[in-house]
């Protein structure tokens, strides 16, 4: 079982740089969720998906866009990024919204110069 | 939600039972309690969660008082792979998932 695959797993972005970060849940999951994870702040959430078609804002998502791609896919984009956006990212997935028993991926490292 | 407190940081050894209590006095009718572990460079991993009284798994055992105003996360005979960080949270099925909150959570440190 694959489980949530986040890709890529690490990346170095100058300043005013885009990327887009990839996650996949092979779960039947319906809802996703993308956390940004920095030193002594735990785990914020930066925007989440209930179900396909349907995107939400979290606690963080200034700076940020998200697509739902399909039931499987949920990418996280950053348009222009900036140095405070220097963090961890971690994409999960659960049965549905509101279900806590998440399944996270294994992160992307994003370091902005 | 309601808004959890737990210990910053804890420390055992090898073999020895360790407690870790997390408190959620705000703790709604229909909240549940979930607990996750966190290894370095991973993502978090779902160990638990209850509602009242006890639950009881593979990993761990979740005792949650009468009261619900906190809970407390056992792990039997703790080993060196037990270090980690443990995530106490608390909402409702359904609920506003745009306010679930996890905190600093507690790093357990186990030595020999």
């Known amino acids: 079982n694959a489980g949530v695959t986040q890709t890529p797993k690490f990346q170095v972005l100058k300043t005013g740089q885009s990327m887009t970060l990839q996650c996949a849940q092979d779960?039947?999951?319906?809802?996703m969720y993308w956390y940004r994870q920095d030193p002594g702040m735990g785990l914020r959430l930066i925007y989440y998906?209930?179900?396909?078609?349907?995107?939400d804002k979290g606690e963080v998502p200034n700076g940020y866009n998200v697509s739902r791609l399909n039931k499987r896919e949920f990418s996280l984009r950053l348009e222009s990024a900036a140095p405070s956006q220097t963090s961890v990212y971690f994409c999960?997935?659960?049965?549905?919204?509101?279900?806590?028993?998440?399944?996270f991926g294994s992160g992307t490292r994003l370091t902005v110069v | 939600l309601a808004k959890t407190t737990q210990p910053i940081s804890m420390d055992s050894y090898e073999g020895q039972e360790v407690n870790i209590t997390c408190s959620h006095n705000?703790?709604?009718?229909?909240?549940?309690i979930t607990w996750y572990q966190q290894f370095p460079s991973q993502g978090p991993r779902f160990i638990i969660q209850?509602?009242?009284t006890k639950v009881t798994n593979e990993v761990a055992s979740l005792f949650i008082p009468a009261d619900r105003k906190s809970s407390t996360l056992s792990l039997p005979r703790v080993s060196l792979s037990d270090t980690a960080v443990y995530y106490c949270?608390?909402?409702?099925?359904?609920?506003?998932?745009?306010?679930?909150?996890f905190g600093t959570g507690t790093l357990l440190a186990v030595q020999p």
């Open positions: 998906s209930a179900s396909e078609g349907t995107t």
């Open positions: 705000n703790i709604a009718t229909n909240d549940y």
């Open positions: 779960m039947n999951h319906n809802s």
């Open positions: 949270l608390v909402g409702s099925y359904g609920g506003a998932t745009n306010k679930l909150i």
């Open positions: 999960a997935s659960s049965e549905a919204a509101g279900d806590y028993g998440y399944t």
């Open positions: 209850g509602y009242k």
